[in-house]
């Protein structure tokens, strides 16, 4: 494809409810990330993909926070009993091949939650 | 604790007139840096990016950054702006081995005409 795409980009839900945010990586693209950009901050880091295989979950905030990538393309990010504080934009980024110096990353444009 | 400070959190400039974006980081060594763009609605797009070398790097859309090591900044210039530059801007950070950028809050360029 020509860019990153991600699916839906806007979502608004209720407390408590189950949402699924879905990413398409660019054509061939080994490394994935998710990203959580709050109003007025920059990207918080959530997860990384190397393939289908999640190599650093370190970001995701707690256990209500999933992400799959099954065939190693498309993504989807999983939130359980969604909180108010889990509003924001949600950015995806994919990269050729993971690790400096060839780690630049093309980004989405990112799926808005809101959560009322 | 690695961190990347973005001083100014808004910058107005006049249309024509120059820009030099703030950038500050707190690493053990020197990361890999980067400047991102970020329109309203757009994912962030790669300005420019540091490794080594050159410490004056040149970008896309007429954006260049300096790496300061005895500052410990990596400002973005860029001698005339136009109204189309008006957006966030982010520095971010990488470590050496580590895949996790780690971004600054950003700043948000205002041009006037």
């Known amino acids: 494809g020509a860019g990153v795409s991600q699916t839906p980009s806007n979502k608004v839900t209720e407390k408590g409810k189950y949402v699924e945010l879905r990413c398409d990586p660019i054509?061939?693209?080994?490394?994935l990330y998710w990203y959580r950009q709050s109003l007025g901050q920059g990207p918080e880091f959530l997860i990384y993909?190397?393939?289908?295989?999640?190599?650093?979950d370190s970001g995701l905030p707690n256990d209500r926070f999933f992400a799959v990538r099954p065939e190693g393309s498309v993504s989807t990010l999983k939130i359980q009993r969604t909180e108010r504080g889990d509003s924001a934009v949600y950015l995806c980024?994919?990269?050729?091949?993971?690790?400096?110096?060839?780690?630049?990353?093309?980004f989405g444009p990112g799926t808005r939650l809101t959560v009322l | 604790a690695q961190s990347v400070t973005q001083p100014d959190i808004h910058i107005t400039v006049s249309e024509g007139a120059s820009l030099e974006l703030r950038c500050n980081y707190s690493?053990?060594?020197?990361?890999?840096l980067f400047w991102y763009v970020q329109s309203p609605g757009q994912g962030l797009q790669l300005l420019l990016k540091?490794?080594?070398?050159?410490?004056l790097v040149q970008g896309i859309k007429g954006f260049e950054a300096e790496f300061k090591r005895s500052q410990s900044s990596f400002n973005l210039r860029k001698p005339s702006v136009h109204w189309s530059d008006a957006a966030e801007y982010f520095c971010?950070?990488?470590?050496?081995?580590?895949?996790?950028?780690?971004f600054g809050r950003g700043t948000s360029l205002i041009v006037h005409p």
């Open positions: 971010a950070a990488l470590s050496g081995g580590s895949y996790i950028p780690t």
């Open positions: 993909f190397q393939g289908t295989g999640a190599a650093d």
């Open positions: 054509s061939g693209h080994t490394a």
């Open positions: 980024a994919s990269s050729p091949i993971a690790g400096p110096p060839s780690d630049t990353q093309y």
């Open positions: 690493y053990g060594a020197t990361p890999y």
């Open positions: 540091y490794f080594s070398g050159d410490t």
